[in-house]
Structure formats: structure tokens, C-alpha cells
């Protein structure tokens, strides 16, 4: 189970109906059913209770998705809070060098290379 899942959860228990919850979420009702299908199956409960006219929870899945509530606050807290502590690396970094450490620039940005993936190194 993965955060994405969470929020299935929540929005499922919000619309109340599979077929709406699942036009949201941009999903099949059928994938949608999956989905809840694997997360019962991985909790041991069933969350829902499956009626004609949509989907009520069950106790255990009211307490579950209750406690939702909390784990997603704190995570999207935490999102936050990571995205103002990040370095954003510049696209470009220009460095100068003296001419006769020249041979060891293409080893240098290799290794560089690896270790800042998406980020590239050239020399001239």
C-alpha cells in the first residue's frame, strides 16, 4: 500500500460510490475495484461495505479512514517541509581551472556525473 492509496481510500469514502470516486481519480471501476480489492486483501477487513446505490464503510474501515485524516496532514507536512529545506542544483556550473589540471577534468566529471543524475557536466 502507497500514499496514492490513502487518498483512494479517501476520496472513494467521500463520493461514496465506486463509479464516482473512480471518474475522479482518473481510473476503470474496474482498477479502482482492484485496488480496494488489494488493499482489503494486504489489511485483512473489509474497508467497504458494497451496496446497490454505492459504498458505505464498515467499522473497521470507518476507523481506518479516520485515521487517514492524520497520516496524510503529517505527510503532506512533511512534503512541505522537505521542499523548503532543498538545494536545487543549477542547470549549469562553470568552473575555471588551471591549464594543467586539464587531463583530470573528464575523469571529474564522470564520477560527477553519477553521483548528480539529471544534472550536466561538460567542460570546453
Do not use: W
Not at 2 to 23: E, F, P
Not at 29 to 39: E, K, N, P, V
Not at 42 to 69: C, M, N, W
Amino acid at each position: 500500500m502507497n500514499i496514492q492509496h490513502l487518498k483512494m481510500l479517501k476520496i472513494l469514502d467521500r463520493c461514496q460510490s465506486i463509479s464516482k470516486a473512480a471518474t475522479c481519480l482518473y481510473l476503470s471501476q474496474s482498477a479502482l475495484t482492484r485496488q480496494l480489492l488489494m488493499i482489503e486483501k494486504e489489511l485483512g477487513f473489509s474497508l467497504f461495505y458494497r451496496l446497490h446505490d454505492g459504498v458505505k464503510a464498515t467499522p473497521s474501515g470507518r476507523y481506518f479512514i479516520d485515521q487517514l485524516e492524520d497520516v496524510l496532514d503529517r505527510y503532506d507536512h512533511a512534503v512541505a517541509g522537505a521542499r523548503q529545506r532543498s538545494v536545487t542544483l543549477p542547470a549549469q556550473l562553470r568552473i575555471g581551472i588551471y591549464s594543467y589540471l586539464i587531463h583530470v577534468v573528464p575523469q571529474v566529471c564522470m564520477a560527477a556525473q553519477r553521483q548528480f543524475q539529471g544534472v550536466s557536466f561538460d567542460y570546453v
